[in-house]
T-cell receptor
Framework: LAKTTQPISMDSYEGQEVNITCSHN???????ITWYQQFPSQGPRFIIQ???TKVTNEVASLFIPADRKSSTLSLPRVSLSDTAVYYC??????????FGAGTTVTVRA | GAVVSQHPSWVICKSGTSVKIECRSL??????MFWYRQFPKQSLMLMAT?????????EQGVEKDKFLINHASLTLSTLTVTSAHPEDSSFYIC???????????FGPGTRLLVL
């Protein structure tokens, strides 16, 4: 499983865009990049997944450069309820997930 | 709505007793379920992989005789913490792959406190 590196924490204010970059230098050819969100005392929740270029859904965008050695999760116009831990995971469809430390995002009013 | 449920959501027990945690897939069959443990301010750590109809596969350092896993049906996996001790106090989370295994559904978690 490819190891990932993310910032430990990020602070933001309501209405701002938050971008979290994850490094995964050893990503394999068949690996996907997946981001999860976790609130305190809850299980993680799937946010977005991508393989290359850009993926966008109703809650976030995921930018993946051509070399795929990093990825950036973009949360547009965050609100207080976006305060959570965000995990970047890299792996293929072989079930097992290896969680890194994650990024604690704190949104302030 | 939720696709994976856990029961109980929290439990307090005395040291030396056993505690069973259930993980259910709702409205779909789950041949594989995963069990994670998460200590305060830490990330999730995979404990074991539960396979329906066969023995569970445990990660290195996880005692299989202490954390008993049973996956007797396609919708239910149970984790039993035997002879629980205060250091077993943690947040236990289960998950199962989605239909095309591209990601996982996670349960809401079970908070265990051993006194």
């Amino acid at each position: 499983l490819a190891k990932t590196t993310q910032p430990i924490s990020m602070d933001s204010y309501e209405g701002q865009e938050v971008n979290i970059t994850c490094s995964h230098n050893n990503i394999a050819t068949n690996d996907y990049i997946t981001w999860y969100q976790q609130f305190p005392s809850q299980g993680p929740r799937f946010i977005i997944q991508g393989y290359k270029t850009k993926v966008t859904n109703e809650v976030a965008s995921l930018f993946i450069p051509a070399d795929r050695k990093s990825s950036t999760l973009s949360l547009p116009r965050v609100s207080l309820s976006d305060t959570a831990v965000y995990y970047c995971l890299v792996g293929s469809n072989d079930y097992k997930l290896s969680f890194g430390a994650g990024t604690t995002v704190t949104v302030r009013a | 709505g939720a696709v994976v449920s856990q029961h109980p959501s929290w439990v307090i027990c005395k040291s030396g007793t056993s505690v069973k945690i259930e993980c259910r897939s709702l409205d779909f069959q789950a041949t594989t379920m995963f069990w994670y443990r998460q200590f305060p301010k830490q990330s999730l750590m995979l404990m074991a992989t539960s396979n329906e109809g066969s023995k569970a596969t445990y990660e290195q350092g996880v005692e299989k005789d202490k954390f008993l896993i049973n996956h007797a049906s396609l919708t239910l996996s149970t984790l039993t913490v035997t002879s629980a001790h205060p250091e077993d106090s943690s947040f236990y989370i289960c998950s199962t792959p989605t239909e095309y295994q591209e990601t996982q559904y996670f349960g809401p978690g079970t908070r265990l406190l051993v006194l």
